[in-house]
């Protein structure tokens, strides 16, 4: 961060999801700090070789998956209402690239996390995040024990997915918002 000493909260300790793009127009976050904020707060981001690795991974096998139906976005913000703008390693977001030269999008048909040190929070925070702002698909790659954890049916309201299942490498996952699109969850996974 540029100067964090000067980004302040609102009231209440936590920023607005207008607040904290203002402060990259405002010099105090760089374009290219590794930030996101959830439930209001700034969260720093950092990412071991094998993070890295799978997240490319995952970008190039959805790609593959999605072709042309749908734009695949990499470590981009994503408006999650008001109070979070996470950056998803992987989202597959309706429409063009295109689509979103003048707004960060505000849906998604499906959005992964690679998950080493952060799983908890995965599991937890933005879970209920992108359960509540209705994204219907959402995947965790689970790098401590080489699966992808899969969650569906979000509940908006309860901020909670009431489907929840592993995949482990051997197995295929569908897309479920793009009907035969499908990945193996041995292209997601960096080898051992």
């Known amino acids: 961060m540029a100067h964090a000493a000067r980004a302040e909260p609102n009231a209440a300790g936590t920023f607005t999801k207008e607040r904290y793009f203002r402060l990259v127009t405002e010099g105090v976050l760089e374009p290219d700090d590794r930030v996101e904020l959830l439930e209001g707060v700034v969260v720093a981001m950092a990412q071991s070789p094998g993070h890295a690795v799978a997240g490319d991974l995952v970008a190039e096998a959805l790609r593959r998956a999605v072709g042309t139906r749908a734009a695949v976005r ?5 408006v999650a209402g008001r109070r979070s703008v996470p950056e998803p390693d992987v989202a597959i977001v309706p429409g063009r690239v295109h689509d979103y ?8 048909l499906l959005i992964v996390e690679v998950a ?13 995040i992108y359960a509540g702002a209705g994204i219907p698909e959402y995947w965790i790659v689970n790098l401590r024990d080489d699966q992808v954890e899969v969650f569906r049916m979000p509940e908006r309201r309860a901020r909670l997915y009431r ?9 295929r ?20």
């Open 163 to 171: 489907d929840r299942r592993i995949a482990r490498p051997g197995e």
């Open 173 to 192: 996952l569908g897309i479920a918002a793009l009907e035969g699109a499908s990945v193996a969850v041995d292209e997601l996974l960096p080898e051992p």
């Open 116 to 128: 080493e040190w952060s799983l908890a929070q995965d599991r937890i925070t933005k879970a209920a």
């Open 101 to 108: 030269a003048k707004s960060h999008p505000t849906t998604a």
């Open 74 to 78: 990499v470590q981009r913000p994503f």
